[in-house]
């Protein structure tokens, strides 16, 4: 399988289940000597946990960093840097009720099909709780990014339907929802607060800037800058879609409309996202992604239980009327985790 | 690097430039036994050539599979089966005079920055006409995917903002747009002549069907059947995104609108486009990508040299002016790929 | 990097160093349902604890094996396994004075020139201490090995100059030096208790010979059995060399001797050690590998510190003065490792 | 499979087998800008062919280096290097009698066990002429190693038993088998004569010196320089064994002789043959490879056929009746290969 690492060159490997002991991840070659600094990893991991406010899940994950392996005195060794996050506030029992069914939305009904048993337990290795290893690796990545004055910034743009009219970057931890248009924050706010309070749910568009990355990064052919990114955006459980500057909309535009023309100052607009043949323009790469609405719902649905029975459900738990706020994070750690290693890659190619 | 090959159980090697000797192909991991029937891959070379019709380039590639190694008495041994592609009709002069131009849209400018030299004949390394031996290796995916009764249909949803309004399978190859709706296919042919006219070019969407997959198939966390499809698809030159099932649009619903309930018989609805947590669920897998209009026109443009000199520029040569049609091949045969590979890994699981 | 990572359908990835908080191993690709057995996995940790006899480290390593995740309800789910063993009665201070030193025969000086800083503490990654993890992911791939009815056994042919003259699989687990002749194992522990007496060491033999499994398994070219076995046994940190079957006396060997007939009830005889090709034949593999005198003795030995300075060393600790009783099950667990991986891929050739 | 890769950051895959229309190799991570020189590479693939004396084989490959991609203007591109060795002299016919033969010593009868059908034709993937893409590509890297200095020598040490004596660098390539010692390769060419005359065949050890290379190169635990030259090694056809340094005399050696001292010049002896953890000292690195006699004799031998009668078998053919002289360029072409690879992945570990 081999399916729970990701990267190459800065590679990630992934473990644990939602209501297992723990969650946690081995990055393997982060640069030896970079300073790690717990602090900074939390910062990351407090964005994505739940309980922020009353649009996510009131569930109290706090999620402490822990470091087993890959450092002394205070720096990277370039051996596997461990972090690993204990599942805390667990309420397995919440699920006893759904053990044998396949909720609408979920993996439940595939993963059965797939592996043959599952761990029903919140998801089990299916649950956005796997994104937290992501987080603490993508935050090791960043501050390697950093140092390259590179930064990777995301955000909601839109959610349940309502559009962000603006764009200030400095609004987008100052709302609940990370939006970067505080009237239409506001917004957005109500929006979720309504369809929570009916059992329901709604989804959104997340949009990444990636500023300060030079030109000529990114592999060709298959490991295309764009193609790994969507690779990682997609990965993420529910993320349905993904598009690269104009996107969608390069679609309905002309060859003279939709090129980017150049002259010494650099490149005169930006309709490519920052990428052309795969490879990093210098141009902000800029990307968005599409957010299902969350498939946990208390409205009753129609769904089948393992043994073939019909049954109406309605799932409990404690869950995110709205996963966008908590997507952000996540997007942007995958990400730095696409950067660092496209950008380790390229270092061998003059080597 | 290793970035020229894609799969993992059943990989591919692509090779080759656009106005060198050749481009081809080696298939690593073909099941021993198949029957490789030449006159079977060449069916989707010719899907892909160009000279087609007035709609596409009237250069005359015609891609004469020419097998190398892996096969023996008619039968794939399971060793690399190598198929070259020799390269014809080639005008590098007609590149001459834009040797040392940036052209807008291509790769032009971000080769230069990542290899330091390019091949800037027919774009070299970064044309399409790499995606020749990617159709090449799709069909043998292609052969194992039939013998499993799963079939990859794609075909032109929209182009140049002309929707198609109804599907029929068979009208794809009879129109040629390869659109599913004939009166729409009239439309689009018309809307590409007339930008043909004035030398610009039209981008559109193209929809690919997968039915007969089983459920259960797809590997977890980062390696999701829609997050591999994601990167094979973004891996194509000119997309610039992709959503599944619902797509965009399930950012604008709600969790009780979009989840698919289920009885005896199965989904009752298919917005997850047949797959949940990136697995699939044995509904049809559906998925859309954007393609960008044809870089290549002949509208002046501006850009630079690169030695910094500003220019306006007009691409010569003989182009698409929209690619869709013959990115549809191209689509199914990703999927192929990734389908074949997908199924191989997931036969190792109870092994 | 990703050099922590072995195996391909079955992968670990190891991670931990020899005084930092743990060791452990992530599994990717354990076959779901299995059952996971701690005790099972514990009795090889418990073979390859030091402080088991006269003859190895006094220290005290008890491995208890802690599973982080990957079972429910004590199956294997087929997420990754993960296996935590935490280190015990560390005594960094005792590499205090040795904390700018290069200690010879170790990696001390070539971690330095690599990474440009480094654990000192016990060799820190480079520690024999890493192996812990690979023998306890070894255990679950005996476990499955087992059920194919294969088994692998490894012991001490040769200690210090001392050869067995016969082999009796039921002596191996009978002796403290895991020799399968009674008498030259008594002779072994009188040499290494002198040795140990002078503060000097002694290295060895080890032969591994694996039964039951079936013909057909090992992939071509690159990646055939034995390439794999001895990839697998020289990242041994103290085995130097490994030779199949009649190994270095082939090259004394005419092809009318070597080469090993067949008749209808199989081969006759094994020059081979089992594998033709890369590809195991259906007879025992077989195979030796040597393993150098321990490193750190107490003698006096010239080095240089990391400023340059000459200096004599005698290196304190608690060491093995022979490790092959102790590598005995690490050679086991590799072999187990290499052998599930490439029945697993074989698995896929037919799918 | 994926079997027919080799390396990471300098990727080869090769193809094609004995009686196909050819063999050859893709090279994916070629360091753009370097100066591709048929002629170098011809010099490669000479020292490799057959019909060189009268202690090789008569059969007249001569593989003429031909180039398909990744070059432009006499400079790689960065992009695959593709070159193919069309197969000359083919007797397919001379095999007719042995096609359903199990030839002892061969991979007959694994490789049907295996893929359930072979191509019988010299071994088909299986013979030593799938070495030829190794040696090209070796050729390549062994450019790169030369820019920074580094030099692989390999040569027979000894053959059918006789040793040499002393070591002269000039005189390999001076006589027939490739000994540095012109006494012993007389009587090492009069040995393998004698045996060719009764149709036998001899093996013998090959020993390769590595001279130039920088301290600190070797990814650790699982992909240590060593283990990687091991696995290199062994997946040549004919190898049986390998040992680095003082090799399987280490398990005879104490402590206190076999750890190098070090002083201000660096290492005052080289029991570990230049690694040490798995990473370069900086002094030479040394390892010995066991070549095994030819399989292919025209001594009546007893074997099976595929419908398993037994059948007395005298391989027909022209061969090698010691495969040592030609295996000396292939030994250098996979060092070459490990090195390469091995350095740039070590160039990312800072960037």
Do not use: W
């Not at 501050?143 to 959610?159: D, P, T, W």
């Not at 603006?166 to 957005?188: H, Y």
């Not at 990355?213 to 060709?220: S, Y």
């Not at 029975?309 to 709205?322: F, L, M």
Request: proline share 5%; with cysteine; charged share 25%.
């Amino acid at each position: 399988m081999a399916a729970n690492s990701f990267g190459e060159r800065f590679r990630i490997t992934t473990f644990g289940e939602s209501h297992g002991e723990a969650v946690g991840v081995i990055v393997d070659g982060v640069t030896p000597g970079l300073e790690i600094d717990e602090a900074y990893i939390q910062i990351q991991m407090d964005r994505r946990k739940p309980g922020q406010s009353s649009v996510t899940s009131p569930r109290k994950e706090y999620d402490h960093v822990h470091i087993v392996s890959g450092v002394y005195e205070g720096r990277a060794t370039g051996t596997p840097l461990t972090i690993i996050l204990y599942n805390k506030d667990m309420r397995p029992e919440a699920y006893d009720d759904i053990k044998h069914s396949y909720r609408p939305g979920h993996a439940d009904y595939t993963y059965m099909q797939k592996y043959g048993l599952r761990d029903h337990r919140g998801s089990g290795r299916a649950s956005g709780r796997e994104t937290a290893g992501r987080v603490a690796a993508g935050a090791v990545a960043r501050k390697l990014l950093e140092q390259r004055g590179i930064s990777v910034v995301a955000y909601s743009k839109e959610i349940g339907g309502i559009e962000s009219t603006s764009f200030s970057e400095e609004e987008i931890e100052r709302n609940p929802v990370r939006a970067a248009d505080p009237i239409a924050a506001m917004r957005m706010v109500e929006r979720i607060e309504h369809l929570a309070s009916i059992g329901d749910s709604c989804g959104g568009i997340v949009e990444c800037r990636i500023r300060g990355l030079a030109p000529g990064i990114g592999e060709p052919v298959f490991d295309k800058l764009d193609a790994e990114l969507a690779r990682a955006m997609i990965s993420i459980g529910a993320v349905k879609g993904i598009e690269f500057g104009a996107g969608f909309e390069a679609a309905r535009m002309q060859g003279s409309e939709h090129n980017d023309p150049m002259n010494t100052s650099g490149f005169l607009s930006n309709h490519a996202g920052g990428i052309l043949g795969g490879i990093s323009t210098g141009a902000d790469i800029i990307f968005r992604v599409a957010v299902k609405p969350t498939s946990s719902i208390s409205v009753p649905q129609q769904t089948v239980r393992e043994n073939g029975e019909e049954q109406i459900i309605v799932t409990k738990g404690r869950h995110d009327p709205c996963i966008c706020p908590r997507i952000v994070p996540v997007v942007e750690a995958m990400a730095c985790l696409v950067l660092e290693d496209q950008i380790k890659r390229q270092a061998v190619m003059h080597a």
